[in-house]
């Protein structure tokens, strides 16, 4: 994982996301769907180069 | 894994302290450790009573329906195969699987189904393209052989183009033996 990991996780926690069913949800640490999504986010607003990564892959960082 | 026991007269109830070791209570219980079933007791020759596991942590009961994460928030980068090993082995039979796909590509998700030691390569049915931005349901009725019992099953998940961004998950539903 990029070491700017943990800064996108938190940065993914103050964050929302919209659900498959179009509804905003904030973000927590035991939502695999909202988290990996806004860190993805982050990596690429931020033009940080990542492999495929999942949930599990964030877990150390939590 | 921790069992609790329900029964009319508490008397009867007992665990053993490991997986070999048959507990027997003052009336007679005999529960072993990993007993999930309900169990009928016996007392002085006369069936008096039943136990029944009512509760468990690191485990599900028998006949409730389990949910196994297959892959959660997976942000897929490439063209890769991912594959992904699922412990059905206690999972009775029919099972489903949801996928939720919020990448912006479409993904295809092929199964199979095996033993604990191996995975043969004929997939279960054709695989199922999701479309970016939903989430469609897997069973039996997608593919007959979702209804048998496996001890293990693969899920294999490709893009055929790289996603730039979302993630998929899938779990997997099916009621526990």
């Given amino acids: ?62 | 894994m921790a069992i609790s026991y329900w029964s009319t007269k508490a008397d009867y109830i007992g665990l053993s302290t490991d997986d070999k070791t048959p507990y027997n209570s003052q009336e007679g219980a005999i529960i072993y450790y990993t007993d999930l079933k309900k169990k009928q007791i016996n007392h002085g020759g006369v069936w008096v009573d039943y136990v029944e596991a009512t509760s468990i942590t690191n485990g599900s009961l028998p006949n409730q329906v389990q949910e196994i994460t297959v892959v959660a928030g997976l942000a897929i980068t490439d063209t890769s195969s991912h594959s992904y090993v699922i412990n059905t082995s206690t999972i009775g039979g029919r099972k489903s699987f949801i996928i939720v796909n919020t990448l912006n590509q479409t993904a295809s998700v092929t199964f199979y189904g095996g033993t604990a030691t191996s995975l043969p390569s004929s997939p279960l049915g054709s695989a199922t393209n999701v479309l970016s931005g939903a989430a469609v349901v897997v069973g039996s009725n997608n593919a007959v052989s979702f209804g048998d019992p496996y001890s293990q099953m693969r899920a294999v998940i490709t893009c055929s183009t790289a996603p730039t961004s979302g993630v998929i998950s899938i779990t997997c539903e099916g009621v526990s033996i």
Avoid: H
């Avoid at chain 1, 927590?28 to 180069?49: A, H, W």
């Fill in chain 1, 1 to 62: 994982m990029p070491r700017e990991t943990s800064q996108a996780i938190e940065w993914a926690l103050q964050q929302q996301y919209k659900d498959i069913l179009g509804d905003m949800l904030p973000v927590t640490k035991t939502d695999p769907m909202g988290l990996s999504t806004k860190v993805r986010e982050y990596f690429n607003s931020n033009n940080i180069t990542y492999a495929t990564f999942s949930y599990e892959d964030l877990k150390p960082y939590l």
